[in-house]
């Protein structure tokens, strides 16, 4: 008995000491807990841990916009997901939105895709866009907008009951704005597939302050719901803007490599320090010529392609929106932009060079108190089919023709000088209208011949009897002399340098 009662407090000892061990225990977690908690080393780390996680979050938004991600989870045919490139009547692959920023347009596979243009068409109305520019000049008097360049069915053709659809991608969020003006014309129009297609600059509005990253267009009643994305262009804004800029129709063919040369050495002797030249199908030394003139700095050099194969005279079409895309590209460098093709000159005989003479001719108009928005230089024609000066070397075609046919009519064949911060389309010889502060202005002035022409060098285009009237009143003009010794220097310099690079190289033309 006495054992029993011995073994049961015995029992109740253990227990009672492994009841103190397991609150020992209790007390040993506990209190580094608490202890750690209460310093202020571990509230700082967690703290930092969760502004960590917060910067994770904030710079994958910046990247991948809820608007996006929600974009391509819901569909693959909503208008975020696809970017679609015309080449030959087919589309260039999908490619993500990331895409859409890229200057030179390349999708995901490495596609280099420049100057190709993007489809928007539907089965209502075709559409193909070339770039889009921002345009914030001051001169717009209103928000700043979208210009997309680009080549359409005739506007009047669009039912009355549909529209056209902005679609502006920003990097949060997609928006859409019903197009309220009508596109500005800036060509007469050529066939597209059997069919007449219109040169236009297309506006869409934006919201003040904001910048969209990609702009589509969508047609309302077509049901396609499926866009592309075309990226927009910022244009660059220098500190010092530069005096001329010369724009050209769109390139093709068979370009003699010793006409190109001096005409782009005349180009710089008159004052011009950059030319923009669109190669459609540019072949051999002709290619090379500009090439080269890119990697110096005086040709910015583009791309363009042509939207449909195998169309007759597709050229005629894409030369006035390449001309826009250029100005609206370099509407912030240059005080002055030129439109000009690769056979004109307009050669100052006043004026040492381009940019004086236009200085001239703003003093000018500014003291009559109508000032003019733009110059339009008359056009006079030496052919060459007139006879040539033989003592001057075949390479010199301005300094061997030197005959001229009596001076073109008022407004035939013009070329002209503009303001890029008022011109908002253009045709190849003409500005066709500007902004609404320059609406007050005089628009575009006729220069006096007196002062400068356009000089065109070209075999007689005309029928053989205005050709044969034209060619029996001829006179002498030897203005291009003044420049020669200048001239003649600076091509042959540069033909020696490109003997190298144009070797082996065909000319046909």
Known sequence: MKNTKKNIRNRKKKNTKKRKRRKKKKKKLKMPIRLIWRSSNYKMLCLLLILFIVTLVVIGLYFFPLGTIFTVVTSRKTIGLQLRFVVNDTAVGAANIAAVGAANRTVNNGTTVEGLWFNFSCELFRFYAYSAFYDDRISLLSDPVIRIIAISDPFEALSKDSHVICVLQYRDRIETFKMADAPLAVGYGWPLKKKEAMEY?????????????????????????ATSLLPVTVPRKPDVKREMC?????????????????????????????????????????????????????????????????????????????????????????????????????????????????????????????????????????????????????RFTVLRFRTKVAISAEGYSVKSVINPQACTHMHNHYCWGVTANYTKYGGTASVSPELAVNQHYKKCHLSEAECRSLMQNVTRDDVMLTLKSDLVRAVDAKTEELRVELEGVTYEP
């Open 201 to 225: 600059v297309y506006t869409c509005p934006t919201k003040l302050g904001r910048i969209p990253q990609a702009v589509g267009i969508r047609i309302s009643g077509s049901g396609n719901a």
């Open 246 to 394: 010369l724009c050209v129709q769109v390139a093709f063919g068979s370009l003699d490599p010793s006409r190109l040369i001096e005409w782009l050495e005349l180009q710089r002797l008159l004052g011009v320090t950059t030319v923009g030249v669109y190669d459609l199908s540019v072949s051999g030394a002709g290619r090379r010529v500009f090439e080269h003139y890119a990697k110096e700095g005086l040709v910015d050099l583009r791309r363009t392609r042509e939207i449909h194969p195998n169309e007759d005279r597709h050229h005629l079409l894409q030369g006035s929106p390449v001309i826009n895309d250029c100005i609206y590209r370099h509407m912030h460098e240059f005080r002055r932009i030129a439109v000009f093709d690769f056979d004109e000159f307009v050669m100052p005989r006043r004026h040492s060079n381009l940019p004086d003479l236009v200085d001239h001719l703003d003093r000018h108009y500014s003291d009559t108190g109508s000032p003019y928005v733009n110059y339009a230089f008359r056009n006079q024609f030496f052919f060459l089919d007139l006879a040539p000066d033989e003592s001057v070397p075949s």
